[in-house]
């Protein structure tokens, strides 16, 4: 089990160990959930990304105004969702 420690800078950020890292297969700017237990002690583990982040990786930033790309992605996600041949 790897494991180490870390000093918050006036900031609020940390550096994860290189063995965490290496141990959860972090890289720079994948993200981190910290979950808050009882006491002293947090839990922390490497976000997933969600279906519709991974669709908004794959397109960029848009230029549409309003609401057209959020509507855009949904409709891009809902295909992806729905199982071949039914539509």
Known sequence: MASGSGT???KGQITVP???RDALGLHPGDRL???VE???RAVVRKARPSR???IIAV???SSEAGVAY???LRQEWEKRERPAGRH
């Open 8 to 10: 918050i800078s006036r």
């Open 18 to 20: 290189k063995d965490v």
């Open 33 to 35: 959930l910290f979950d």
């Open 38 to 40: 009882a006491g002293d």
């Open 52 to 54: 519709l982040t991974d």
């Open 59 to 61: 397109w960029g930033p």
């Open 70 to 72: 959020p509507r855009r």
